[in-house]
C-alpha cells in the first residue's frame, strides 16, 4: 500500500472534532492560525500513523509498543473493529505473541472463528520470525489480492464478498478446508470447492510468490506450455485457438483453470467437454478435443 493512499485511508477514517468557531468568519484564509493549527495536526498524525506502519514492517513484534499493534491491526490486518477493545486491554507486542484463540474471542472481542484464526496464524508467524526466519511469503497476500485478483484467476469471482467479507488473506488460504468453504464462505458445488484447494495448491507449490506465479505466466502467455499456472483467461484463449471459440464463453466463472486440469484426475477431455457444453452427439469435436488436451496436458503431468 502507497503512502498516499494510507494517507488517504486515514484521513477519510478521522472522526470530526467540535469546531472552533472562528472556522465560521468570513476569511478564507489558508494562513488563519484555527486552520494551519488543525492542517498541522492532521498532518503530524497521519506522520505518525505511517511511522506505526514503517515499524510493523522492520521491527520485531515484541517491541512494538500500544500504537504500533493498534495500527497493526486496523491498517495490516484490515480489522479496524477491534481497535478499541484492542486499545483497552493490548498495551504491547510481546502481550500479542502470548494470545490464545480464547484471549482473542474475549479480550478483543472476535466472535467470527475466521477472524481469530487470521490473528492466530499472523501471531504464528510473527512469533516464527523472532527466532530469526522471515515472515511467510504467504503474509504478503492480501485479502485484496485473494478477493479480486486471485478468484478472478481462478474463475470464481462470484464469491469475491464472501471472502472479502471474512478477510481471507494468504496465511488463511493455506489453512482452509473444504468444511471452511461449505460453512463459511458459501461455496457449496463440489467441484467448486476442488478448484479453489487446488488453486491454493499452485500457490503452495511456488511458495505463495506472486512474482513467481506472474513470470511463469507471462512466459506462457502466447505459448501452449506450463498449463499447470494457466489462469481461467488463458484457458478460455486456448479453446479459442483450438477452434472452439463458440464454447470457449461457457467456461467463465465455471472454476476451469490450469490446475484443475494438470493436478484433478478425474477432470479428463470428457469432464472438459461437459463443461464447455459441447454435445455429446459432437464425437468429432469431442475427439479433437481431447487430442489437444492431451497434448498440453501430458508433458505437464
Known amino acids: ?53 514503517e515499524l510493523v514492517r522492520t521491527t520485531p513484534m515484541s517491541q512494538w509498543k500500544a500504537s504500533t499493534v493498534q495500527t497493526w491491526l486496523e491498517v495490516v490486518m484490515a480489522m479496524p473493529m477491534y481497535v478499541k477493545a484492542c486499545a483497552e486491554n493490548i498495551k504491547s507486542g510481546k502481550m500479542l505473541l502470548t494470545l490464545s484463540d480464547e484471549d482473542l474471542a474475549t479480550e478483543l472481542g472476535v466472535c467470527n472463528s475466521l477472524h481469530r484464526r487470521k490473528l492466530r496464524l499472523a501471531i504464528e508467524d510473527y512469533r516464527d520470525a523472532e527466532a530469526g526466519r522471515c ?28 471472502f472479502q467479507n471474512h478477510l481471507i488473506d494468504g496465511r488463511m488460504l493455506n489453512s482452509l478446508i473444504k468444511r471452511d468453504l461449505e460453512k463459511h464462505l458459501n461455496v457449496s458445488k463440489k467441484f467448486h470447492q476442488i ?3 487446488l488453486g491454493i495448491e499452485l500457490l503452495f507449490q511456488v511458495n ?14 502466447m505459448q501452449n506450455v506450463d ?25 467463465m466463472n ?33 475427439k479433437h478435443l481431447a487430442e489437444e488436451m492431451n497434448a498440453i496436458i501430458s508433458p505437464a503431468k
Open 195 to 197: 478448484s479453489i484447494l
Open 208 to 221: 505463495f510468490s506472486k512474482e513467481v506465479l506472474q513470470e511463469r505466466r507471462a512466459r506462457c502467455e
Open 135 to 162: 515472515l511467510s511469503k504467504a503474509s504478503e497476500l492480501d485479502h485484496h489480492w485473494v478477493a479480486k485478483a486471485w478468484l478472478n484467476d481462478i474463475g470464481l469471482s462470484q464469491y469475491s464478498q464472501a
Open 227 to 251: 498449463p499447470l499456472v494457466w489462469t481461467n483467461q488463458r484457458v478460455l484463449k486456448w479453446v479459442r485457438d483450438i477452434d472452439l471459440k463458440e464454447y470457449a464463453d461457457n467456461l
Open 1 to 53: 500500500m502507497g503512502f498516499g493512499s494510507i494517507s488517504r485511508v486515514f484521513a477519510r477514517g478521522k472522526q470530526r472534532k467540535s469546531l472552533d468557531p472562528g472556522l465560521f468568519d468570513d476569511s478564507d484564509s489558508l494562513s488563519s492560525p484555527t486552520r494551519l493549527s488543525l492542517s498541522l495536526s492532521e498532518g503530524e498524525e497521519q506522520v505518525d500513523r505511517l511511522q506505526q506502519v
Open 254 to 286: 465455471s472454476g476451469v483453470h490450469g490446475a484443475v486440469l494438470v493436478l484433478e484426475p478425474t477432470f479428463n477431455a470428457e469432464a472438459m467437454a461437459t463443461a464447455l457444453g459441447i454435445p455429446s452427439t459432437k464425437h468429432i469435436l469431442r
